[in-house]
């Protein structure tokens, strides 16, 4: 082959070579556009913070940390002893107030039938009406405190609101509690979700709806299945305007401080297929979106309006 046909070929392999190379990349880019795909993802869950409704020393605990536990399920139990006195107080009391109701009905009772007959005066007769209503009123209030006594008493018990994993429990026996202090956490079994979190700009291609492939780190040969049931509609705003409403979103960093990047927010999908394995809170996974839509499903009002 002479210089020049060498010289043709050179040319025309490049040329194919780097044809190839933009078809490929803005095949990827079109792809990433129109299925937007994240490696940002987290699998999220509800916590329920267990917090004790009254105070005093625990004196059983009955969980160990990480255990599965059922609803209704005893988590520990606080020193009953001086609740238990308030109730037998309140009893008291409520006795007393009933001694005390029974005497002034009688009276009243007496004072009318004085008063019909013309025996004793109105204001008699008006004195005994005040007494027995003051005495009802004594009376309503005793079996008030009694309930409360009693409610207290049962707050010594604390349960499992939900079906869950009791997580962070560093409590032993004799640790005093303070009355709506936290005291540890439990993980709802029943509200795991997939958190990924997508550029701004992909979100114009992300619909309520819409199915995606979610892969966990460390098993990303067995992908399962997941719907997007909402896209998040606010993100923490580090600006400095101390608006304390603000703390309450989602904080998402960027990934790099001196380039302007688009901002990410949250997408909520649900899980749909079987995982690799049990799911546990804050767990990474990657999240690739499909085109098609759950059957069935309504777009929001938003979506409507686009």
């Keep these: 082959m002479n210089p020049a046909s060498l010289k043709l070929v050179n040319y025309l392999a490049t040329t194919v070579i780097i044809g190839l190379a933009a078809w490929a990349a803005i095949s990827l880019y079109s792809r990433?556009?129109?299925?937007?795909?994240?490696?940002?993802?987290?699998?999220?869950?509800?916590?329920?913070?267990?917090?004790?409704?009254?105070?005093g020393p625990i004196i059983v605990v009955a969980v160990r940390d990480n255990e599965r536990v059922k609803k209704g399920d005893l988590l520990f139990e606080i020193d009953p002893n001086d609740f238990q006195a308030q109730v037998d107080i309140a009893a008291g009391q409520v006795q007393n107030?009933?001694?005390?109701?029974?005497?002034?009905?009688?009276?009243?009772?007496?004072?009318?039938?004085?008063?019909?007959?013309?025996?004793?005066?109105?204001?008699?007769?008006?004195?005994?009406?005040?007494?027995?209503?003051?005495?009802?009123?004594?009376?309503?209030?005793?079996?008030?405190?009694?309930?409360?006594?009693?409610?207290?008493?049962?707050?010594?018990?604390?349960?499992?609101?939900v079906d869950g994993y009791v997580t962070?429990?560093?409590?032993?026996?004799?640790?005093?509690?303070?009355?709506?202090?936290?005291?540890?956490?439990?993980?709802?079994?029943?509200?795991?979700?997939?958190?990924?979190?997508?550029?701004?700009?992909?979100?114009?291609?992300?619909?309520v709806g819409q199915k995606a492939i979610i892969t966990m780190m460390g098993y990303e040969t067995e992908p399962f299945e997941g719907v997007v049931r909402s896209l998040g509609w606010g993100i923490y705003v580090q600006d400095g305007s101390g608006n304390t409403g603000t703390a309450l979103l989602p904080s998402i960093s960027p990934t790099i401080d001196w380039v302007r990047l688009p901002q990410r927010f949250p997408v909520r999908m649900e899980v749909m297929g079987q995982t690799p394995v049990p799911l546990r809170m804050g767990q990474t996974v990657s999240v690739a979106m499909e085109q098609s839509i759950e059957s069935g499903v309504r777009p929001d009002s938003n979506e409507i309006a686009k």
Excluded at 32 to 55: E, K
Aim: glycine share 4%; proline share 4%.
């Design 32 to 55: 990433y556009v129109q299925n937007p795909w994240t490696r940002d993802g987290q699998v999220r869950a509800n916590i329920v913070g267990i917090a004790p409704r009254v105070s």
């Design 97 to 161: 107030a009933q001694a005390t109701f029974t005497q002034q009905q009688q009276n009243l009772h007496r004072q009318t039938d004085l008063y019909r007959t013309h025996v004793n005066a109105l204001q008699d007769f008006q004195n005994a009406q005040d007494s027995f209503a003051a005495a009802q009123a004594q009376l309503a209030s005793a079996k008030a405190s009694l309930e409360l006594a009693k409610l207290n008493l049962g707050y010594t018990k604390v349960f499992a609101p």
């Design 168 to 207: 962070n429990m560093n409590t032993s026996p004799g640790t005093y509690v303070t009355a709506g202090v936290q005291l540890m956490a439990l993980v709802d079994t029943s509200s795991y979700w997939i958190a990924g979190y997508f550029k701004e700009s992909q979100l114009p291609n992300i619909k």
